[in-house]
């Protein structure tokens, strides 16, 4: 049993993330509790603009979800639609990367055949982004599907050029995703930070963005910090992630976060940092409250 002194060293631990959980042991359900609360009552330092993504909390709806974020501190939501900017709005917080003008991961900028479509969907949700008072609008590349880099990046400006002027007008900035093709989406294109970088520079617009998925590059590239360092300026969001497993960002795994959150901060990031890791422990809001800890440097 633990005692009052070791329960309250553990949760110290586990918000500061060098809990010795690296066995894999699911932390007691009153101690996921205590880390909710003790995060919730502690100030932030606000260096970093916190969120999460949607996704990895389905079975919560957005309404508690959003007042759950509002408790912990955070500023919005990751990766939410029009459809649900009103509960927001409602917490008090903001769409961090909204979405909804896609057509899938697989069917994205790099194929000339989904240009129409593409086009006439970010347009609408370039005004209603806008409208909102928002900014990020996430996009995808698309799969491979056997189109060499070069094929891929001209026809990728094909299709983007035909919506930045909007973009740009509207104070929006379009944010292409790296993902990678290792292991969770195979034949994405946009696997590479070199591919994407390559792409800001051919269409050379301050409102086309790369969102930097921590967990994605470091399966399919490492060497995040680096990366950090020489293409941040192209960087527009970053997304957090266990790696391997996608599960919390805590020592089981093998990612050091706050070095990377101080990386990050270092060149001057204004933007936000979304939690997108799925959460194998038994309370979710405990392992995003620890997560969010990890991460504020």
């Known amino acids: 049993m633990?005692?009052?002194?070791?329960?309250?060293?553990?949760?110290?631990?586990?918000?500061?993330?060098?809990?010795?959980?690296?066995?894999g042991a699911v932390l007691p359900s009153t101690i996921l509790a205590a880390v909710k609360n003790q995060a919730a009552s502690e100030?932030?330092?606000?260096?970093?603009?916190?969120?999460?993504?949607r996704w990895c909390y389905q079975s919560i709806p957005t309404a508690t979800l959003a007042k759950n974020f509002k408790?912990?501190?955070m500023v919005g939501m990751d990766l939410v639609g029009p459809s649900e900017w009103k509960?927001?709005?409602?917490n008090n917080l903001i769409s961090?990367?909204?979405?909804?003008?896609?057509?899938?991961?697989?069917?994205?900028?790099?194929?000339?055949?989904?240009?129409?479509?593409?086009?006439?969907n970010y347009i609408e949700h370039i005004n209603y982004v806008a409208d909102a008072g928002y900014t990020n609008l996430i996009c995808f590349s698309g799969s491979r599907r056997g189109m060499d880099d070069e094929t891929g990046l001209n026809n990728s400006v094909t299709g983007l050029k035909k919506i930045m002027a909007v973009a740009e007008k509207r104070g929006v900035i379009i944010q292409m995703e790296l993902l990678n093709s290792r292991v969770d989406h195979k034949d994405y294109m946009c696997d590479r930070?070199?591919?994407?970088?390559?792409?800001?520079?051919r269409l050379g617009s301050p409102n086309f963005k790369l969102l930097?998925?921590?967990?994605?590059?470091?399966?399919?590239?490492?060497?995040?910090?680096?990366?950090?360092?020489?293409?941040?300026?192209?960087?527009?969001?970053?997304?957090?992630?266990?790696?391997?497993?996608?599960?919390?960002?805590?020592?089981?795994q093998e990612l050091y976060y706050p070095a990377i959150m101080r990386a990050i901060l270092k060149t001057g990031y204004k933007g936000y940092v979304a939690q997108e890791f799925i959460p194998a422990d038994k309370d979710p809001m405990a392992s995003l409250a620890a997560a969010i800890k990890i991460c504020d440097v």
């Open 2 to 23: 633990l005692t009052n002194v070791n329960r309250r060293k553990l949760i110290k631990q586990v918000l500061t993330g060098s809990a010795a959980i690296a066995s």
């Open 43 to 53: 100030a932030l330092k606000g260096n970093i603009q916190h969120s999460a993504c």
């Open 71 to 73: 408790q912990l501190g």
């Open 87 to 90: 509960i927001l709005k409602e």
């Open 96 to 120: 961090t990367m909204c979405n909804g003008a896609e057509i899938s991961l697989t069917e994205g900028f790099n194929t000339l055949q989904y240009h129409d479509k593409l086009v006439k």
């Open 193 to 201: 930070s070199s591919w994407g970088v390559e792409l800001c520079k």
């Open 212 to 252: 930097f998925d921590i967990y994605h590059m470091q399966i399919d590239e490492g060497d995040i910090i680096h990366s950090i360092q020489t293409n941040h300026q192209y960087y527009g969001h970053y997304h957090t992630g266990g790696v391997p497993g996608r599960n919390e960002i805590d020592e089981r």
